[in-house]
């Protein structure tokens, strides 16, 4: 599985949840650099390229691996949590 943009591109990478009525969905918005523009791409935990994002995005250096704990709880709470940042240069 390969992402859409380039691991160096990755600016942050933010968790959180949408309240799906009776469940929660958890989701992940990855902002990239392209050019001069920010894009962000979004993903959540029911698509079928879920985990091969998660395998990659958890390589980026200093990836907070406990992010899924901070999300998932309280249930039906938004619980945006910031799992990577690129340091400034």
Not at 69 to 83: D, E, H
Request: net charge negative; with cysteine.
């Amino acid at each position: 599985m390969s992402l859409p943009f380039s691991l160096a591109e990755v600016r942050k990478v933010t968790f959180f949840k949408r309240d799906e009525l009776t469940t929660d969905l958890i989701c992940c918005d990855v902002e990239v650099a392209s050019g001069d523009n920010i894009e962000v791409w979004f993903n959540h935990e029911e698509e079928p390229t879920w985990q091969g994002w998660l395998d990659e995005l958890s390589t980026l250096q200093g990836f907070d691996s406990d992010w899924y704990s901070k999300v998932y709880l309280p249930p039906f709470a938004p619980s945006v949590t910031i799992a990577y940042e690129c340091p400034v240069a």
